[in-house]
């Protein structure tokens, strides 16, 4: 009796950059998604659709995502990453909190001043009327997220006596309201270009300087 030869299971394929195909698979759904939400909403936007566009199978979209809601959520999240929000708050903690807020406040108004950002916005409000699970979806998985991790890092401070926060929702509340102010109210009306870069650091550096003194930096 001749023997079975033993086969090697195959390692997963992968691009010349060295991302598993899975991997790649998984940019091009959220990718075509993104693309089909902007432009169409979220009630709107079929998965045969995401499909049809990402060049994969609805079975694939699935051993990805477990359902819609948690693709939209994915590319919430993303959004945020990509402007680094929430991720790394607590690896500011060492900074001085003026300086770490600046790079906060920076990076959240670079986020939502975007263009992707402000049409979502604007497709999430429009729809909201007849659509509310979209508006919560968005809620979720991107300002609840960052005022988690805002709270997070103003409990630290508290503890090394960094600053005085009596009410944690409504100090993370009112530094992002500040943050976002008139410029993006603005831009969301298109009553009015986005800021250029300089007058946007201005924007953020007034923004944190009021929001200490009313929380007492020591």
């Not at 993104?34 to 079929?46: A, C, D, I, K, W």
């Not at 903690?93 to 003026?98: F, N, V």
């Not at 939502?112 to 916005?121: N, P, T």
């Not at 401070?157 to 960094?162: A, H």
């Amino acid at each position: 009796m001749t023997s079975k030869k033993l086969v090697k299971p195959k390692s997963p394929s992968r691009n010349p950059e060295g991302r598993p195909k899975s991997a790649e698979k998984r940019v091009a759904i959220m990718d075509a998604a993104e693309l089909h939400f902007l432009e169409s909403g979220y009630e709107r936007t079929s998965l045969d659709t995401v499909a049809k566009t990402a060049l994969v199978s609805k079975l694939t979209i699935y051993s990805h995502f477990a359902d819609k809601d948690a693709l939209f959520k994915a590319i919430i999240e993303r959004k945020c990453e990509q402007h680094s929000i929430f991720q790394s708050y607590l690896e500011l903690a060492a900074l001085p909190p003026r300086e770490a807020l600046e790079q906060i406040g920076f990076n959240f108004m670079s986020l939502i001043l975007s263009d992707a950002a402000i049409k979502l916005h604007r497709t999430i409000e429009a729809e909201s009327p007849r659509d509310p699970k979209s508006a919560l979806l968005f809620y979720e998985a991107g300002p609840m997220r960052v005022k988690r991790a805002f709270r997070e890092l103003l409990e630290v401070w508290v503890k090394q006596k960094k600053l005085k926060v009596s009410d944690y929702e409504i100090a993370c509340e009112q530094f992002f309201s500040v943050m976002k102010g008139e410029p993006h109210m603005k831009v969301l009306l298109n009553v009015a270009q986005k800021p250029t870069l300089a007058a946007l650091k201005k924007h953020v550096k007034a923004g944190v300087l009021l929001f200490l003194n009313s929380y007492g930096c020591a």
